[in-house]
């Protein structure tokens, strides 16, 4: 995309997607490995911490978080991994527990999902101290642009003041998204191949 104008959130949204799908799955894993190559700079790993991670849609060719999921249980099984599902009924996003032993199931929209079990206990987004962020876009502002549904920007708005976001992307920045809404909230670092970007 070639100038300003251009980059409002429904043409990003075609544009970046589009650009995504022309990843291959080989090229998705090798990116998604140096994107979380990074990601240990930028927490404590010494200390527990409870941080919450999207699960990747396949068929969007997000990000493969599983990587990072595996590296965590396997090297720091004191950090607690958190995912969510969504209430459809709310609307809303339910925060739960994930672990080696966790099962899930691939729902209708091709989200893999955990299996509720009793045992299961939900936590309050204000007991998280960092989140990774799933996104199409980001700016150099440390604006995102998502699929438009509005789950994250609520589920962020119910956090403490200080949990850390972190955006993971393929793709570097975009100058500026240009429509902007008020309660659209600014990542605090974007993960990409190459770089970590600092808001």
Same mark, same amino acid.
């Given at each position: 995309?070639?100038?300003?104008?251009?980059?409002?959130?429904?043409?990003? *949204?075609?544009?970046?997607?589009?650009? *995504?799908?022309?990843?291959?799955?080989? !090229?998705?894993?090798?990116?998604?490995?140096?994107?979380?190559?990074?990601?240990?700079?930028?927490?404590?790993?010494?200390?527990?911490?409870?941080?919450?991670?999207?699960?990747?849609?396949?068929?969007?060719?997000?990000?493969?978080?599983?990587?990072?999921?595996?590296?965590?249980?396997?090297?720091?099984?004191?950090?607690?991994?958190?995912?969510?599902?969504?209430?459809?009924?709310?609307?809303?996003?339910?925060?739960?527990?994930?672990?080696?032993?966790?099962?899930?199931?691939?729902?209708?929209?091709?989200?893999?999902?955990?299996?509720?079990? !009793?045992?299961?206990?939900?936590?309050?987004?204000?007991?998280?101290?960092?989140?990774?962020?799933?996104?199409?876009?980001?700016?150099?502002? %440390?604006? *995102?642009? %998502?699929? %438009?549904?509005?789950?994250?920007?609520?589920?962020?708005? !119910?956090?403490?003041?200080?949990?850390?976001?972190?955006?993971?992307?393929?793709?570097?920045?975009?100058?500026?998204?240009?429509?902007?809404?008020?309660?659209?909230?600014?990542?605090? *670092?974007?993960?990409?191949?190459?770089?970590?970007?600092?808001?």
């Amino acid at each position: 995309m070639s100038n300003n104008q251009n980059y409002t959130k429904k043409n990003l *949204r075609q544009h970046c997607q589009n650009h *995504r799908n022309l990843l291959s799955d080989i !090229e998705i894993n090798q990116k998604s490995e140096q994107i979380f190559e990074h990601f240990f700079e930028l927490i404590d790993t010494s200390i527990t911490s409870v941080g919450h991670i999207f699960l990747p849609i396949i068929e969007k060719k997000e990000v493969n978080t599983n990587i990072l999921l595996h590296q965590i249980w396997k090297k720091y099984p004191h950090i607690i991994t958190l995912t969510s599902i969504i209430d459809w009924q709310k609307n809303d996003l339910l925060h739960l527990q994930i672990t080696p032993e966790t099962i899930f199931k691939t729902n209708k929209w091709q989200i893999e999902q955990p299996i509720i079990t !009793e045992k299961d206990i939900f936590f309050d987004p204000k007991n998280i101290d960092w989140i990774i962020v799933p996104l199409l876009v980001f700016d150099k502002n %440390g604006f *995102r642009v %998502g699929y %438009g549904k509005g789950f994250y920007d609520k589920f962020l708005a !119910e956090c403490k003041p200080d949990v850390l976001t972190i955006g993971v992307n393929f793709f570097p920045p975009v100058e500026k998204i240009t429509d902007i809404e008020p309660f659209d909230i600014c990542l605090h *670092r974007c993960i990409t191949p190459d770089k970590i970007f600092i808001f």
